[in-house]
């Protein structure tokens, strides 16, 4: 196991946490990661500052308006994307 995330991996992490709760190793590594890069730091403080600020705008569940067809295509995507090496 590689004990530092890299910066994408970070990135990554902070963006799902916005969905989903991260556990484990995952949560403690990306908090150490974006506790010592500073330009982690900033994204991450970004994505907050963005979620807050369309939060208002934006309805409780996003994909209502989405098709089943179009919420399956774009989690192919996104699982293809995910498995990509880094």
């Known amino acids: 196991m590689n004990l530092m995330l890299g910066c994408r991996d970070v990135a ?3 963006s799902r946490a916005r969905d989903q709760e991260l556990r484990g190793w995952a949560r403690m590594a ?3 990661h ?3 890069c500073p330009p982690c730091r900033a ?3 970004d994505i907050a500052t963005l979620h ?7 309805p409780d ?3 209502q308006h989405l098709s089943a067809e179009a919420r399956r295509r ?3 995507v996104l699982d293809r994307r ?3 090496p880094s």
């Open 61 to 63: 569940d996003p994909e």
């Open 43 to 45: 994204y991450a403080r």
């Open 74 to 76: 774009m989690r192919e």
């Open 52 to 58: 807050a600020r369309i939060g208002a705008t934006t």
């Open 30 to 32: 990306t908090r150490l």
């Open 82 to 84: 995910d498995r990509r």
């Open 34 to 36: 974006v506790l010592l």
């Open 12 to 14: 990554r992490n902070v």
